[in-house]
């Protein structure tokens, strides 16, 4: 079966930086493209960014472009989320999903929760 936990989310001020990991098993990660996505309070999911699987080509969702990077480490079978210059309006429960641009099976995992407020 498929397995995703998200990690590394938090409470940050407008401004800082995290970075989130999304551990996977149960499938060949290494041969699959991966995408997180995020859901606001309240809200519906969002697509935030895919990478194919050897990490060579993302791409980032608007708004987030040149903030958000995404980058793979096959050899655990990792996928993270860089997040700079964070604003409140980034204040989400942030999922990886399998797939390009995939928001199939959005939720199912736990997710990670960023809060982004001074």
């Known amino acids: 079966d498929v397995e995703l936990i998200e990690s590394g989310g938090g409470w940050v001020q407008p401004g800082g930086s995290l970075r989130l990991s999304c551990a996977a098993a149960?499938?060949?990660?290494?041969?699959?493209?991966m995408s997180w996505v995020r859901q606001p309070p309240g809200g519906e999911f969002e697509l935030v960014s895919t990478?194919?699987?050897?990490?060579?080509?993302?791409s980032t969702g608007p708004g987030m472009k040149n903030r958000f990077f995404t980058t793979r480490n096959n050899t655990i079978n990792t996928m993270y989320l860089k997040l700079n210059r964070l604003r409140t309006d980034d204040t989400a429960r942030y999922y990886c999903t399998v797939g390009w641009w995939s928001m199939v099976d959005a939720g199912r995992s736990p997710g990670t929760q960023v809060v982004v407020s001074s």
């Open positions: 990478i194919t699987d050897d990490g060579r080509m993302t």
């Open positions: 149960g499938f060949p990660f290494s041969a699959t493209a």
